[in-house]
């Protein structure tokens, strides 16, 4: 099957998918990630084409450290690799900042549709907490505390903000909220148990 994408062969996608690959820590943001999302956009949504989400989508998370900031750093990365401003593919990187519902939730709705699949969350947390032991060296219970804190935050904000959100997003967020509220539960009965 083709990819939604239509720079993943070209120097910037090459120069993408070098940096994703670089550090074998990264279990969850990663190489994988990317063409999981790619695979959302033409399969989960049936989004039509736009070179500006295509290389949102590439480069949302090529640096992932242990540093703040990393969604601005991967947006300032794009634009030095194409040698342009990349505004709006930058403001759709942004969007995977606190994954707030706003007018054009495409970037939100492809970060977060891992959730639209409940058998990935207990994949997921593995990944996301060796990737989080490897670059912060916080122990176990750490992390669920602090995943359980994010997700919970994140749940809040965008069931808060249903009322605003176009109807044809909001039965997909709906949806992801039903998946956040699992790997909530998931992440604090590992919690519990540790």
């Known amino acids: 099957m083709q990819s939604w994408s239509r720079i993943l062969e070209t120097d910037l996608g090459l120069a993408a998918r070098a940096a994703y690959t670089e550090d074998p820590a990264r279990t969850y943001h990663n190489w994988d990630h990317v063409l999981r999302l790619y695979w959302h956009a033409a399969n989960t949504f049936g989004l039509d084409y736009d ?22 750093r991967s947006a300032a990365w794009l634009s030095a690799q194409t040698g342009q401003d990349e505004t ?3 403001a759709h990187i942004a969007k995977t900042i606190c994954h707030m519902p706003s007018d054009d939730n495409r970037m939100v709705l492809l970060d977060l549709a891992d959730f639209l699949h409940p058998e990935l969350g207990s994949i997921n947390l ?3 907490a060796q990737e989080s032991q490897a670059l912060y060296g916080v122990t176990e219970a750490q992390f669920l505390t602090a995943n359980v804190g994010f997700m919970t935050s994140m749940y809040d904000r965008i069931a808060n903000a249903q009322n605003s959100i176009g109807t044809a997003d909001q039965a997909w967020f709906r949806r992801i909220l039903l998946g956040i509220r699992s790997a909530i539960d998931l992440a604090g009965k590992r919690l519990k148990a540790s």
């Open 51 to 72: 070179p500006d989400l295509d290389k949102a989508i590439l480069a949302h998370d090529v640096i992932y450290d242990a540093e703040p900031d990393k969604e601005l």
């Open 88 to 90: 709006i593919a930058k």
């Open 126 to 128: 593995d990944k996301i």
